[in-house]
């Protein structure tokens, strides 16, 4: 995914004070500021392509981290962990986590669910929700009553299925009558940008949003995901027996100190626009102006209290959560409904706030193990 190398070294100096300058790498074993003197232990993180995800693969380039292993940045020597990056697909993120590959793995809210029966996980970070990024796109319907009986394709059994299922919920329609057929997402997008004379209707997300609408002049979207806000969240999960083991609460520190550093890079009108267009290469290959309306449709949850505030919230604890689980079920995507909760240690899925909470505070790193 590249459009053009972009060098953003010189940028992290904008960031807190605490990241330092520094781009330097050190073996796993230098000396480190975090938790232990001795060898960093090691953990994986595997992310794919999205916007909030591919913050990683920028933070990367910054010097920050060093994804490869047996080498660090300069938040790794801070915490005194080497974090291996893996980009992957999203499938193979999710097998690599489900497996025990991946010590953590980027993924949505709804797909942790089935993993965490059989490993069970840690919520840390929500790092972005879908605000029109997904969206039904139609050619030749003019309103959701035109839509009954027409196919819509998409992903089954995904984000896309549920999106287009609860906006339909929301306007009073049995989602029965609007049958919906499997489709990879960039080939329903192809399909209609081709022209093809029995497609009318596609339930996909950016970038396939973003290219259909420019390629397709006569389309348009029909409904998106402005209408289900904090629904869809993506996130950084770590399975539990991981961050159980040594250097595992430092490897959460840091990985969210990334993320925040690189979105204070977003955030300053210094160094906005350069971290777009780096942070589009890491993103299907787009440039600045499709990104600056790609992170207006994917909202990021740029500062610990913006995470904190989600965790926190009453609606997704009690509603959009037991809504996605009860979706899980109801169309075989797992058997039972795993247990979930918010800073509950014995869930299967643990929307844990406390690494959160110390990012905001300033958790000295010599204070954790």
Not at 33 to 53: K, Q
Not at 201 to 227: A, E, G, Q
Request: hydrophobic letters at 40%; glycine letters at 8%; one cysteine or more.
């Amino acid at each position: 995914m590249k459009i053009q190398h972009v060098t953003v070294l010189g940028l992290t100096c904008l960031v807190a004070l605490s990241l330092g300058c520094s781009s330097s790498k050190s073996g796993s074993g230098g000396a480190a500021s975090g938790g232990s003197d001795g060898p960093a232990p090691v953990f994986s993180l595997a992310w794919s392509e999205y916007p909030s995800w591919s913050v990683f693969g920028v933070a990367e380039e910054q010097g920050l981290i060093d994804g490869a292993e047996g080498a660090m940045g300069s938040i790794e020597e801070k915490w005194n962990v080497d974090i291996v990056l893996h980009l992957r697909d999203y499938d193979t993120c999710i097998t690599e986590y489900g497996s025990s590959v991946a010590d953590a793995v980027c993924i949505t809210n709804m797909d942790i669910m089935s993993p965490s029966i059989s490993r069970p996980a840690v919520a840390v970070l929500p790092t972005s929700t879908s605000d029109g990024a997904d969206a039904c796109i139609v050619v030749g319907i003019d309103n959701i009553d035109g839509l009954a009986g027409k196919e819509t394709l998409g992903l089954e059994k995904s984000v896309s299925q549920y999106c287009f299922e609860r906006v339909l919920e929301q306007q009073g329609k049995d989602p029965s009558n609007f049958p919906f057929r499997n489709l990879d997402p960039g080939e329903a997008a192809r399909a209609m940008q081709l022209g093809q004379a029995d497609i009318q209707s596609i339930m996909v997300w950016n970038p396939f949003v973003l290219d259909t609408l420019r390629k397709r002049t006569d389309s348009k979207v029909l409904f998106d995901s402005t209408s289900i806000p904090e629904e869809i969240i993506d996130m950084l999960v770590i399975g539990k027996d991981s961050l159980g083991k040594p250097g595992g609460k430092r490897f959460a520190y840091a990985a969210l100190e990334a993320f925040y550093a690189v979105n204070e890079l977003i955030n300053s009108s210094e160094t906005r626009d350069e971290t777009l267009v780096a942070l589009g290469a890491k993103f299907s290959q787009l440039g600045l102006e499709d990104m600056k309306t790609v992170v207006t449709q994917t909202k990021f949850y740029d500062s610990p209290e913006k995470g904190l505030g989600l965790m926190e919230d009453q609606k997704f604890q009690q509603e959009t959560m037991p809504a996605v689980a009860e979706f899980l079920v109801s169309h075989e995507m797992a058997e039972t409904k795993p247990t979930f909760g918010f800073n509950s240690a014995d869930s299967q899925l643990n929307f844990d706030s406390q690494f959160l909470i110390g990012i905001r505070d300033g958790v000295d790193p010599a204070s954790v193990e």
